[in-house]
């Protein structure tokens, strides 16, 4: 099967400066997994793209490309989408000086039927249904696909050997309908190790260095009140027992109380942490399962393999026809 890849290569998520490589990981393990495939970055004609599925890996619907007749292309079309709660936003990225243009909710799901898209694929499923449905309608659902933020295994540090704490890393400011409250709260706590996020922090690691950072924890914070982040999936990939603000697709995905996560919240936070803290080797069966659980479903190749066994089914399904 052949993998046309539409993408801006300015994209702050794709560059090396990124603050983790898990969106980059995911790119580059669909390029691996598909035998044939071709790169579009700029405005062209659709009768050129030589393909069985056309891939726009946009996560802020942010790179305005125009590819003539799109939509009359034989090719399945997906898009890879990232913050169902987008608005319209203009401005300039300051950590790499490229100026963005990120369109809203109403403006994603037009450009989407303009190219004729089959599939949204994102991490975010209720949140696409809260925010979606009322444009896609009774599409909503055959539409969306679901697959987690889905990183690259990290050589793991020996729990035995982590620093003995809980880390609070991540952006503190904006977020959606203040999102980032219980964020910003427990970074403040006495219990968490607070390091700054690497746009505010040159020294804080980032892009692929990022998840082996993340390894010499024994524990670390998922708290983003929306919806899942990458962090949900990087902290246990890392080996660490994943302190997690609950969602119910975080849940679905295998996250289990206290059995690959811990779930807290602003009631049972201190102690949560405390108890791990106090103890931590008794808590290195839940930073193992969590682990086993990338490992085992949600890595960037099973990424890959999602997206190519769905174009193979719905190219088998057409061919029937």
């Keep these: 099967m052949k993998l046309c890849l539409v993408y801006s290569p300015k994209d702050t998520k794709l560059v090396s400066t990124a603050y983790c490589s898990i969106f980059k990981d995911m790119f580059l393990a669909l390029i691996e997994r598909f035998n044939c495939k071709c790169f579009v970055t700029g405005d062209c004609n659709a009768q050129d793209i030589d393909a069985d599925v056309i891939f726009f890996f946009d996560p802020h619907a942010q790179h305005h490309i125009n ?9 399945i079309k997906m898009e890879y989408w990232n913050d169902m709660h987008q608005e319209e936003s203009k401005g300039v990225y300051r950590s790499v000086g490229v100026e963005v243009h990120k369109l809203g909710q109403e403006q994603r799901a037009v450009r989407a039927y303009q190219r004729g898209t089959r599939f949204i694929v994102s991490a975010a499923k209720y949140a696409f249904y809260d925010h979606f449905g009322k444009y896609f309608g009774t599409d909503t659902e055959s539409m969306f696909l679901h697959f987690p933020f889905a990183p690259v295994s990290v050589s793991s540090v020996p729990f035995d050997d982590r620093n003995v704490a809980v880390l609070g890393n991540g952006a503190i400011h904006g977020g959606y309908n203040n999102g980032y409250d219980f964020r910003a709260w427990a970074f403040k706590q006495p219990c968490i190790e607070f390091v700054e996020h690497c746009l505010f922090h040159i020294k804080t690691p980032k892009a692929a260095d990022y998840g082996n950072f993340l390894s010499t924890y024994a524990g670390a914070l998922a708290l983003c009140t929306p919806s ?26 295998g996250f289990k109380d206290m059995k690959t996560c811990i779930y807290v919240n602003k009631d049972n936070f201190v102690k949560r942490v405390e108890d791990f803290l ?36 719905n190219i088998l399904q057409c061919d029937q026809y």
């Design 278 to 313: 106090d103890d931590p080797d008794q808590y290195q069966g839940i930073a193992d399962e969590g682990r086993r659980l990338i490992e085992t479903k949600y890595t960037a190749k099973h990424f890959a393999e999602f997206i190519h066994k769905k174009v193979r089914e």
């Design 67 to 75: 590819i003539q007749g799109v939509d009359k292309h034989h090719a």
């Design 228 to 253: 899942p982040v990458p962090k949900y999936y990087e902290i246990p990939a890392a080996g660490c027992v994943t302190f997690a603000e609950y969602h119910l697709e975080h849940e679905e995905l």
